[in-house]
């Protein structure tokens, strides 16, 4: 893991840890690990898995996923325009 995803991770799970403070370290992964769907070894947990979960922990669940909303388009037919590079940004 990188220094600035550690950064990243630590900012995130500094303010959702101190909510549920009854809880020690492990199980507050744990519980993360839990609510995003992982199934298998706490070690095995990626930290895009927990960043992305305490990211959309508290959204609405039909919000964009973050870094998948720069790429959405509505319209079909204006998704393939501009993949063809006839529509330019």
Same mark, same amino acid.
């Given at each position: 893991?990188?220094?600035? /995803?550690?950064?990243?991770?630590?900012? *995130?799970?500094?303010?959702?840890? /101190?909510?549920?403070?009854?809880?020690?370290?492990?199980?507050?992964?744990q519980k993360l690990a839990d609510e995003a769907g992982f199934q298998g070894d706490l070690t095995?947990? $990626? !930290?895009? $898995? *927990?960043?992305?979960?305490?990211?959309?922990?508290?959204? !609405?669940?039909?919000?964009?996923?973050?870094? *998948?909303?720069?790429?959405?388009?509505? !319209?079909?037919? $204006?998704?393939?325009?501009?993949? /063809?590079?006839?529509?330019?940004?």
């Amino acid at each position: 893991m990188k220094y600035h /995803r550690v950064d990243e991770l630590i900012e *995130l799970l500094h303010p959702a840890w /101190r909510k549920e403070s009854d809880l020690n370290l492990l199980e507050f992964l744990q519980k993360l690990a839990d609510e995003a769907g992982f199934q298998g070894d706490l070690t095995q947990i $990626t !930290d895009d $898995t *927990l960043i992305y979960h305490l990211k959309m922990r508290d959204a !609405d669940k039909a919000e964009m996923i973050p870094g *998948l909303q720069k790429d959405y388009e509505e !319209d079909f037919k $204006t998704a393939i325009l501009r993949a /063809r590079g006839i529509i330019k940004e």
